[in-house]
C-alpha cells in the first residue's frame, strides 16, 4: 500500500497521430489507467467491490512527446487528504532519459455503486493511498 504507483507503458502504433507521436487523448486513457491499476492494487478487497470512481476534472500540462515504441514511466501519487467524495490525483510521465514529457492532476470523485451516487471517501477507505504523515 502507497501513496504512490507505477507502471511502465509502451507506445504503440494506436497510439500515434497524424503528427507522429502519442495522442493528447492517450496520455488521458494512460492517466486514467495508472489510477485503476493503483485503486486495483490497494483498495481493500471489500472497498473494490462497493465504490467506483469518476473523474470531475483533468489539468495537463504537454511538456515534450515521443514516438512510436518509447517507452514511458507513469507515476501517480496522492499527496492530500479526500474532501467529501473528491480527492486531487497528480500524475508524472518521463521518457527513459528521465526527461518529463507529461505532468497532470485529475480531480476524482468516488461512486457508492449501489445508489450511482458520490458518497464521501472516509479514512478507512483513503488509508492504503494516503501518505504517512497524513494517516
Do not use: C
Not at 10 to 16: D, M, S, V, Y
Not at 53 to 58: A, D, F, K, L
Not at 89 to 94: E, G, P, T, V, W
Amino acid at each position: 500500500m502507497s501513496h504512490q504507483f507505477t507502471h511502465v507503458f509502451t507506445a504503440e502504433a494506436a497510439h500515434i497521430d497524424a503528427n507522429g507521436h502519442v495522442n493528447n487523448a492517450v496520455w488521458v486513457q494512460w492517466m486514467e489507467e495508472l489510477a485503476a491499476r493503483h485503486w486495483r492494487r490497494d483498495a481493500r478487497d471489500h472497498h473494490r467491490d462497493l465504490y467506483s470512481w469518476v473523474v470531475t476534472r483533468h489539468e495537463i500540462d504537454f511538456r515534450s512527446n515521443v514516438g512510436e515504441g518509447a517507452r514511458v514511466t507513469g507515476v501517480t501519487t496522492l499527496r492530500d487528504r479526500p474532501k467529501g467524495a473528491r480527492f486531487m490525483r497528480h500524475y508524472r510521465f518521463a521518457d527513459e532519459a528521465g526527461r518529463v514529457l507529461v505532468q497532470a492532476q485529475s480531480l476524482w470523485a468516488m461512486i457508492d455503486l449501489g445508489k450511482g451516487k458520490p458518497v464521501r471517501i472516509t479514512h478507512e477507505i483513503a488509508a492504503p493511498f494516503l501518505p504517512a504523515d497524513l494517516l
